[in-house]
């Protein structure tokens, strides 16, 4: 039977799991904790797409033997074939493991709910946490559940703004807003990232190069442009690099032909949306699929009008707005987009001189708590203020 004092065990589960955040994609994270006589004598995350799960982790490294213990999962235990690894409820069965404590069902349809039957089976005693704790854990799954019930990328909007909501400089003007820590930051997020996207005009202005710097490197994420008439200049950034790091850009059917050839000669892969079906919007979330690689974690850096076409198309699902303290006070530089009050302030938290604010959609179908995200809680542990929950929003609206 569920007890109160699992929960502790599955929270340590839990920050085990977060440990693979950036290396599992486009699996889930997931952590295992074997405990007996109310002591831990295994832990074990799931650390590398491709790599063993947490629970054979957990029970090859036990300090003691794990018959009659009881296993913590943060995710139901696998009980399909035909992947990288195998299942792992045999294994549980086999190591006479007494009882699986699990944080939330497995979404994947050849797992939800067999892997519980499975060990049920067995004689194995199996508690799922209540509704309101298994949220947390659906939580810390929530990509895993977009990729495999809703067939999309879990989306992030990230924007730099000032004390007085001004996100670019005088008429427009390029203007660095943020300290180091927080650049550093926007970096780390980019590399657990598969793609990044931004208006054309934002190239236009800006010319960035939108690559990984200055963190340890997982990956170099795909840049992608929006850009209906094809303005994308040759001589930009993401161009000239295109060969290094994949450039996409997503256009429409009637943007001019002759500005195709030279761009597709850099190197950069040029897509559009079938015609009248998607917007630019849907096709750059799925312009991982033109090279067989679907998105897990899609970042957008947009200016105010692709935020507000964001929020109007309502596809992000996580929010963050750094606010630096600087107050611009020039009426001809663009204001931040509005926030949506449906986007819920899930933490705030200061990144050297800057604020980071970030809000959760709670109309989406990966918002399943008020918890702040996985990258939140990890950020905040990196960073020695601790989380504030308090419920000050940064200005962004007149
Ligand atoms: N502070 C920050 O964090 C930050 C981040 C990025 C940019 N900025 C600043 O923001 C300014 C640029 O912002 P902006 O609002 O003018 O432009 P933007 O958001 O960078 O780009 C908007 C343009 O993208 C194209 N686009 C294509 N598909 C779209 C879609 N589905 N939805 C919306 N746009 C789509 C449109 O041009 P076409 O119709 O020609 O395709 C649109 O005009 C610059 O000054 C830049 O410095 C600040
Ligand atoms: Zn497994």
């Not at 659906?138 to 996100?167: C, E, H, N």
Request: charged share 20%; aromatic share 8%.
């Amino acid at each position: 039977m569920w007890a109160e004092s699992d929960v502790q065990f599955l929270d340590r589960a839990s920050r085990l799991a977060m440990n693979g955040r950036g290396w599992v994609e486009p699996n889930p994270m997931v952590g295992c904790v074997i405990v007996k006589n109310d002591r831990i004598i295994g832990e074990g995350f799931h650390s590398r797409f491709g790599s063993p799960h947490a629970e054979p982790t957990a029970l090859s490294g036990c300090t003691e033997s794990p018959n009659g213990a009881t296993a913590y999962v943060t995710l139901e235990p696998c009980c399909h074939t035909h992947k990288k690894t195998p299942p792992c409820v045999p294994l549980l069965i086999e190591h006479r493991i007494a009882r699986v404590v699990i944080g939330c069902v497995d979404p994947n349809p050849q797992v939800n709910g067999n892997g519980i039957r499975q060990l049920k089976q067995a004689g194995i005693e199996v508690d799922l946490a209540p509704t309101l704790v298994e949220a947390r854990f659906k939580q810390l799954i929530s990509p895993f559940i977009l990729r495999t019930l809703y067939d999309r990328p879990y989306v992030t909007m990230k924007w730099a703004q000032t004390s007085d909501g001004k996100v670019a400089g005088h008429e427009g003007m390029r203007l660095k807003i943020t300290d180091e820590p927080a650049n550093r930051l926007v970096h780390w997020l980019r590399t657990r990232s598969d793609a990044i996207v931004v208006g054309i005009n934002t190239v236009l202005n800006d010319d960035p190069s939108l690559t990984v710097r200055g963190v340890d490197v997982i990956r170099h994420p795909e840049r992608i442009i929006l850009d209906r008439k094809l303005r994308t200049p040759t001589t930009s950034q993401l161009v000239r690099t295109a060969l290094l790091t994949p450039t996409v850009v997503v256009t429409s059917l009637t943007a001019p032909s002759a500005h195709f050839e030279p761009l597709v000669e850099k190197g950069v892969r040029v897509v559009w949306p079938p015609a009248e079906r998607e917007d630019l919007l849907q096709a750059a979330l799925r312009a991982g699929e033109y090279v067989k690689k679907n998105y897990t974690h899609v970042l957008i850096e947009p200016g105010p009008t692709l935020a507000s076409a964001v929020f109007r198309a309502g596809i992000c699902d996580r929010l963050w707005v750094f606010e630096s303290p600087q107050t611009l006070d020039d009426p001809s530089a663009p204001r931040a987009s509005t926030i949506p009050p449906w986007f819920e302030l899930s933490g705030q938290l200061r990144i050297g001189q800057d604020l980071l604010y970030e809000y959760l959609n709670t109309q989406s179908p990966a918002y399943f708590t008020h918890y702040p995200s996985v990258d939140f809680l990890l950020t905040s542990e990196n960073h020695s203020s601790g989380v504030d929950f308090s419920d000050s929003r940064p200005k962004t609206d007149d």
